[in-house]
């Protein structure tokens, strides 16, 4: 029997980085979102009425997105004009990404992009 539980979203996603102050810096300084949470242990940061927090990792691996656990995050993007000023962005400013391509699942437009320890994310036409 399922639990079905009732559920209004996520609240937050935690994940891993090899440097706190490095991606606190990326996060805050080049992605331009407001760290709202910040201890000597983990920052965050909302999308959405999402939290996404980092906290250092413990080991010196680097983020696969081809092992069990996260792939990629997506962030919901409502405007063609909006992902295409984010894309020319993340160029402008040297970050890794793949400009502006199609889902070709769901034919939806999409600009990927990476952190420094190769955490891959998304902004992601809705």
């Not at 983990?42 to 996260?70: E, H």
């Not at 990629?72 to 962005?89: D, F, P, T």
């Amino acid at each position: 029997m399922a639990i079905n539980p009732k559920t209004s979203g996520v609240h937050h996603i935690n994940l891993r980085c090899s440097n706190l102050e490095d991606s606190k810096k990326f996060y805050r300084d080049i992605m331009g979102f407001p760290i709202v949470i910040e201890t000597d242990e983990l920052f965050a940061f909302p999308v959405g009425s999402v939290f996404i927090v980092f906290k250092k990792a413990t080991d010196n691996a680097q983020f696969n997105p081809f092992t069990i656990g996260t792939d990629h995050l997506a962030i919901a993007c409502e405007s063609e004009v909006e992902l295409n000023r984010v894309a020319k962005g993340l160029s402008d400013l040297g970050v890794e990404n793949t400009g502006v391509k199609v889902d070709p699942t769901l034919q939806k437009q999409y600009v990927a992009f990476k952190d420094m320890d190769r955490i891959q994310w998304e902004f992601y036409m809705v």
